[in-house]
C-alpha cells in the first residue's frame, strides 16, 4: 500500500483530517461488524468525517494531490461510503485542476427506471479511479471494480479514506490495483 504524498505543504491538512477522523468517527472500545463480517474493537464510522464541512473540503483536496498525476476523468465508488467522497473530490476538482466527475456503483440494479448498476456522471471504456471510505479486505471496493471493468473501465487504482491493513492491498495487487491510502489504522492507535 502507497500512503498518499504528503508533501510539506499539505502536512497541515494530513493532521487537520486525522484529528476530525479521530474526534467525529474513531469509536472503539466495543465490538463492531465490519463489512468483511469480522469483529473489532475498532471502527471508523467515516460519514461523520465526510458529512463535516471541513472534512469533506480536506478529503477531496488530499484525494485530488494523491491522483494528480493520474489521467482519469471519473471518480467513484461502491455506495453508500463513495457517494460522499466522490462529490467532495468532483467539487474540489473545479477550478486550477481538471474537472473530475463521479459516479456511484449500487450494491444492486434498482429494479425501476433505468435500472443502471453504475449511476451519475460515466463512460463505457473510461479510465476511473475507485474510491472507498475504509478498506479492510477490499471486498466492497473490488464489487465497485469489477462491476466498472463490466463496462470496459479501466481501473487505475483505488484510494481509500483509512486502510485497516486486514488484507485489501493483496486482494488490489492480485488485480493488478494499486491501493493508495490518506491514513492507515496505525495512524490512529495510541501504542
Known sequence: MALARRRPETKAQFDQLKAIIRRESLLTGGEFKLASGAQSSVFFDMKKTLFDPEGASLVGELILDAIAGD??????????????????????????????????????????????????????????????????TGGSSLKAVNAVRERG?????????????????????????????LFDRNDFLDH
Open 71 to 136: 489521467n482519469v476523468e471519473f471518480v467513484g465508488g461502491l455506495e453508500l461510503g463513495a457517494v460522499p467522497i466522490a462529490t467532495a473530490v468532483c467539487v474540489k476538482s473545479v477550478g486550477a485542476r481538471r474537472p473530475l466527475k463521479g459516479f456511484f456503483v449500487r450494491k444492486e440494479p434498482k429494479g425501476h427506471g433505468t435500472n443502471k448498476l453504475v449511476d451519475g456522471q460515466f463512460r463505457d471504456g473510461a479510465d476511473v479511479i475507485v474510491l472507498e471510505d475504509v478498506t479492510t
Open 153 to 181: 473501465a479501466k481501473v487505475r487504482k483505488v484510494v481509500t479514506i483509512v486502510d485497516r491493513l486486514e488484507g485489501a492491498e493483496a486482494a488490489f495487487a492480485k488485480d493488478g490495483i494499486e491501493l493508495v491510502a
